[in-house]
């Protein structure tokens, strides 16, 4: 978590695991003090376009033509999606009648589960309870349509660059997922950047549009934000915070105070 702040405002920006294993915590310390402290929270997407979100993915993931996945992707990375697909409950993702970033969306969810994080213990649902308790306003920072259409605005070639990426690594999906939330558990902002960037990297036009220039959205927000007083808690996922072009450190460069704080 960083800290934002001028003579009457306060910013407080916590990176969030959107899923987590029940027995996590993470909401002590200075956490703990901003929760109870700030006036308001600001997520991606305000508790009324997370639950839209899933019928805006229902409307915007099929194809307009079915595509098997079997020619999507090459012999190797098949196999470990086919793997992933029979692991868990065993359901078809269904990928023959979706968008490639589709597919890709419901073999993360697939792997969270094998690694037995939900969303209903994530650091979002719970902050949003928080607030929610307290009758503090909550609010997001983009629509579930504006969210998805980042990727369904991605080219093909993109899509299945990304497609087939993730195929290929499903095998160590859950690992990574493990090692991804036991960094997170542990403040390691390096390790964090490191695994997020070995993903995004490879495909730099995602990164742009997925990460980079909701970055710099985002920090025009809250630079804006800061001509009025108050204290406000900015809860995202942590991978928009950290690294050369992570929120903290675009703020920074616009000549604000920027401090970690936990």
């Known amino acids: 978590m960083w800290l934002v702040e001028d003579a009457d405002t ?13 027995d996590t915590a993470w ?10 402290a700030a006036d308001e929270l ?47 409950s ?3 993702f269904g990928g023959d009648a979706l968008d490639d970033w589709a597919v890709m969306v419901m073999m993360g969810q ?21 607030f929610g308790g307290a009758g503090k306003p909550i609010a997001g920072l983009e629509t579930a349509q504006e969210q998805l259409m980042l990727f369904e605005t991605l080219d093909a070639a993109t899509q299945r660059k ?27 902002v390096k390790a964090l950047e490191a695994m997020i960037n070995e993903d995004v990297d490879a495909v ?8 980079t220039e909701r970055n710099r959205r985002w920090s025009a927000w809250a630079k804006a934000r800061m001509d009025k007083p108050g204290a406000v808690l900015i809860a995202v996922g942590t991978g928009h915070l950290v690294g050369a072009d992570g929120v903290p450190a675009m703020l920074a460069t616009e000549g ?7």
């Open 162 to 188: 990304l497609l087939t990426n993730a195929a290929a690594g499903a095998d160590k999906a859950v690992a990574k997922v493990d090692a991804l939330t036991a960094a997170w558990s542990r403040g390691d």
């Open 27 to 36: 909401n002590g310390g200075a956490v703990r003090q901003t929760i109870a």
């Open 42 to 88: 600001i997520l991606e997407l305000s508790p009324e376009q997370l639950a839209a979100a899933g019928a805006e993915f229902q409307r915007l993931a099929p194809r307009a033509t079915p595509l098997p996945i079997d020619r999507r992707l090459p012999a190797p990375a098949l196999a470990a999606y086919r793997k992933l697909e029979a692991s868990g």
């Open 110 to 130: 697939r792997a969270a589960q094998n690694a037995r994080l939900s969303p209903a213990n994530g650091v979002e649902a719970r902050l949003t309870a928080a």
């Open 10 to 22: 306060r910013l407080y920006l916590l990176g969030t695991m959107h899923a987590l294993p029940a």
């Open 256 to 262: 604000l105070k920027v401090t970690r704080v936990q």
């Open 204 to 211: 730099p036009d995602a990164r742009a549009a997925i990460i």
């Open 90 to 92: 065993g359901q078809s």
